[in-house]
């Protein structure tokens, strides 16, 4: 049976002079794969922000299940090429979002670092700087950083932009197991709708003052292309 994991309803978010949502209605059930796509502009990233707490509506709701103490949200954003001389190891990096109440690890707290770099494939170069890992590398290792703490929701950023096809697709079948395998919700916010067509159950397509949300399945990518003008 399918459980709402967010419900977003009547949602308006307006910045002066901006009305970016008018009225935002879609929910994201417990085990989606959702993509959410559109062309530059039209609000993605505002949307997360609200998800997260960050902007507030001018009017609906946004609903969280049980509760929005309970939701636990993992983020990766976009590939940016970090620093060479950034100095965290792999390992250090994962642990970062431990928030735990001591200054440092518990034994449990490095197996949950353990599994989450297990996991992402980024076990083996551990101590490897994460200024000196490749593109691929620094994203699974963003990656394993947000589902350290097995958050219920997973959202992607535009998190395959700047990858090579490859690392992409590598980067999708890795968060596709976790979606399958340890029943984390995703939402993925990307231009590139092979990717959304092919790992994706769920679209929500959004264009100024409109929304379409709907199944995956049967979606060809022109289609997606009508629905979303990306
Ligand atoms: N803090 C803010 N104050 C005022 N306007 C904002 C603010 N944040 C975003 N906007 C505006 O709201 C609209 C939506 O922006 P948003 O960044 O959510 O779009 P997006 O779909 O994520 O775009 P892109 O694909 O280019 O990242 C844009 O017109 C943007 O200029």
Do not use: C
Request: aromatic fraction near 8%.
């Amino acid at each position: 049976m399918t459980e709402p994991l967010i419900a977003v309803q009547h949602l308006a978010i307006a910045f002066p002079n901006n009305p970016v949502f008018k009225d935002l209605n879609f929910t994201i059930n417990q085990g989606d794969f959702l993509t959410v796509i559109g062309e530059n502009g039209v609000g993605k990233t505002t949307l997360i922000r609200a998800l997260l707490g960050l902007v507030k509506p001018t009017s609906g709701s946004i609903n969280y299940y049980p509760s929005k103490k309970a939701t636990k949200i993992g983020y990766v954003p976009q590939f940016r090429n970090l620093d060479q001389e950034y100095p965290l190891t792999i390992e250090d990096f994962v642990g970062l979002n431990i928030r735990g109440w001591l200054p440092w690890l518990t034994k449990a707290e490095h197996r949950q670092v353990n599994t989450a770099m297990s996991v992402t494939n980024v076990k083996k170069i551990k101590q490897r700087p994460l200024g000196m890992a490749s593109g691929g590398e620094k994203q699974r290792a963003y990656l394993a950083q947000a589902i350290v703490e097995e958050p219920q929701l997973l959202i992607l950023d535009e998190s395959t932009a700047s990858l090579d096809n490859e690392m992409k697709y590598e980067l999708l079948d890795l968060v596709q197991n976790l979606n399958q395998t340890s029943n984390i919700t995703v939402l993925f916010i990307t231009h590139d709708l092979p990717l959304a067509q092919k790992y994706a159950d769920h679209f929500l397509a959004l264009r100024p003052g409109q929304q379409e949300y709907g199944t995956m399945a049967g979606m060809s990518i022109e289609q997606l292309k009508e629905v979303s003008d990306v």
